[in-house]
């Protein structure tokens, strides 16, 4: 090979790098104006993951698991049955109620004839009363008209001593009559105040009953919304106590949390449109807006706040909570609460 094949070699190497280098060049200005244009459009942020309602299901009485109707990850809707705690104790409790209801419910029944009895012989004695105080009357003036004739000559002394001797009887009947009228205004009173703390008493007994009755429907654990069950941590047969968390629903409502740098926030409103990438589908895109914004940034959420009094000040880029909502009519099934999805949200001017 001479000298000039070897310099005609050299200039078409150095020709093809320079166009290899062209392009690169032209390529790499390209991404940077297309993520300068992009920069312009969208606010973006990678600090976002999906969200939904998980509701622990807790048991509300303790008791032994009898029958578990749901299996891990099983859609269910809202009512539909997913245990049952074994009812023997608290059945019996209602029974026992039931049976110390119908037990005040005829004592107060019994008390209350006994104070309707005791009315009714107020008014019999009050008729022997009003009887007695005629008869008084009546042996009266005849007394006094016989006592007139006596001291007149003009009536026996058998006569004057027999109207005397009856209207001393009648004065004695009235003042007894009076004596049981009163007692039976008594006895009266004091059957109406035994019958009213027994009519009290059943509505103690009502509200016992009613308390046990509620504790059985316990027995039965429904869900509380249409939605997923998580992971089943319990078996028939298993003690559970009060409060315990039975299972976990997950509600078919999604949404996204957001966390945007503090400083993004002035190019972002509520009901900006956004495009939402899942990172578990990176060929499928959603569409969304933002809904609401925190009232404080994520850091003052924490257990234990920063604090910048102490003298050790480093300002730190703050992020800021949002709410942001997938638009209707989009198959969300594949999504799941955790995963992590990148959020462009549209540049607001």
Not at 267 to 273: K, M, Q
């Amino acid at each position: 090979m001479n000298k000039e094949d070897k310099k005609d070699k050299t200039k078409g190497f150095n020709k093809v790098l320079v166009i290899f280098a062209s392009l690169l060049l032209l390529t790499g200005i390209g991404v940077l104006v297309r993520h300068l244009i992009f920069t312009n459009q969208y606010v973006t942020t990678n600090d976002a993951q999906i969200d939904q309602y998980v509701t622990p299901i807790a048991s509300r009485i303790a008791g032994f698991i009898k029958e578990v109707r749901f299996e891990e990850n099983q859609y269910v809707h809202r009512g539909d049955t997913l245990l049952i705690i074994d009812a023997s104790e608290y059945q019996t409790k209602v029974d026992m109620a039931n049976a110390e209801l119908q037990s005040s419910e005829r004592n107060a029944e019994v008390l209350s004839k006994t104070a309707d009895a005791a009315a009714n012989s107020i008014s019999v004695q009050k008729a022997r009363l009003e009887a007695a105080k005629v008869s008084v009357w009546q042996t009266q003036q005849d007394y006094n008209r016989f006592k007139n004739l006596f001291e007149a000559e003009a009536a026996t002394r058998q006569q004057y001593d027999n109207a005397k001797a009856a209207y001393d009887i009648a004065l004695a009947q009235l003042h007894a009559i009076t004596e049981e009228y009163n007692s039976a205004q008594l006895n009266s009173s004091k059957e109406k105040a035994n019958e009213l703390p027994a009519r009290a008493n059943i509505n103690i007994k009502k509200a016992a009953k009613t308390n046990a009755q509620l504790f059985l429907s316990y027995t039965v654990v429904t869900a509380p919304y249409d939605g997923f069950v998580g992971k089943r941590t319990i078996q028939p047969g298993q003690f559970v106590k009060e409060g315990q968390t039975l299972a976990n629903v997950i509600s078919e409502e999604k949404w996204i949390n957001a966390n945007f740098r503090e400083t993004q926030l002035e190019n972002l409103s509520e009901g900006t449109v956004v495009t939402i990438q899942v990172d578990a589908f990176p060929k499928l895109s959603f569409k969304g807006k933002i809904h609401s914004f925190s009232p404080a940034s994520g850091s003052k959420f924490s257990v234990i706040p920063q604090d910048n009094a102490t003298g050790n000040f480093v300002k730190i880029e703050q992020r800021i909570p949002i709410k942001i909502v997938f638009d209707p009519k989009q198959d969300l099934k594949k999504l799941r609460a955790g995963m992590n999805v990148v959020i462009h949200a549209t540049h607001q001017s």
